[in-house]
Nanobody
């Protein structure tokens, strides 16, 4: 198991940027596929992005493709989500998650066994 702690959320205006971080503790961080999900008020949690164990391969939801970038630094046990051109509809609690599955093209919550507590992102119009 890996323990995850997100940070970097906050309030930003439409068109602005934020970078979320997710620090992992525990064994073998570099062997996990890492992902970001989000949950807006009154809505179900949805997939945002994943990155492979190596950091080479990434996978995005259509709603964020071209605006968000997921990356990882295995030396620092950290995964990032760079969010640019933010829109009010990006407002949500963002969660970091870890999966033991090898594939990076996973997007179901059930594929991920470890979760962080979430960080709030609010985009004002």
């Amino acid at each position: 198991q890996v323990q995850l702690v997100e940070s970097g959320g906050g309030l930003v205006q439409t068109g602005g940027s934020l970078r979320l971080s997710c620090a992992a503790s525990g064994r073998a961080f570099s062997t996990y596929t890492m992902g970001w999900f989000r949950q807006a008020p009154g809505k179900e949690r949805e997939f945002v992005a994943t990155v492979s164990w190596s950091g080479i391969n990434t996978y995005y939801a259509d709603s964020v493709k071209g605006r968000f970038t997921i990356s990882r630094d295995n030396a620092k046990n950290t995964v990032y989500l760079q969010m640019n051109s933010l829109k009010p509809e990006d407002t949500a609690v963002y969660y970091c998650a870890a999966s033991k599955l090898f594939s990076h093209t996973i997007s179901s919550q059930s594929d991920f066994g470890s979760w962080g507590q979430g960080t709030q992102v609010t985009v004002s119009s």
